[in-house]
């Protein structure tokens, strides 16, 4: 399975911002996918990921704030950001994996990297 990412921006604390991920490859309906972010000197940490058949889990900080979706159809994961906050800044890398958990280690396939920079 290959990740593609794109969405990341610049923009303004509560601006919006769409990220999406295109995978390729039959078995992606079969994984879990999610989206972790890495601000510089900070661990990777999961922002949200969603089983094959969509639960969700979302990490405290962004609930009520970003959404995750995927269309098994189209190979697609995206991650509706609302509300943006500074805090947020970090590079954000779609994943998938065999189970949806918050760790990123169990992710077996990484897209490159988008850059999201919130300024105040």
């Known amino acids: 399975v290959q990740l593609q990412a794109s969405g990341g921006g610049v923009v303004q604390a509560g601006d919006s911002l769409r990220l999406s991920c295109e995978a390729s490859?039959?078995?992606?309906?079969?994984?879990?996918a999610g989206w972790f972010r890495q601000a510089p000197g900070k661990e990777r940490e999961l922002v949200a990921t969603?089983?094959?058949?969509?639960?969700?889990l979302y990490t405290d900080s962004v609930k009520g704030r970003f959404t995750i979706s995927r269309d098994n159809a189209k190979n697609t994961v995206s991650l509706q950001m609302n509300s943006l906050k500074p805090e947020d800044t970090a590079v954000y890398y779609c994943?998938?994996?065999?189970?949806?958990?918050?760790?990123?280690?169990?992710?077996?396939?990484w897209g490159q990297g988008t850059q999201v920079t919130v300024s105040s």
């Open positions: 969603s089983s094959w058949n969509s639960n969700m």
């Open positions: 490859g039959r078995t992606f309906s079969t994984l879990a």
């Open positions: 994943a998938a994996g065999p189970v949806a958990v918050s760790q990123w280690r169990p992710y077996n396939y």
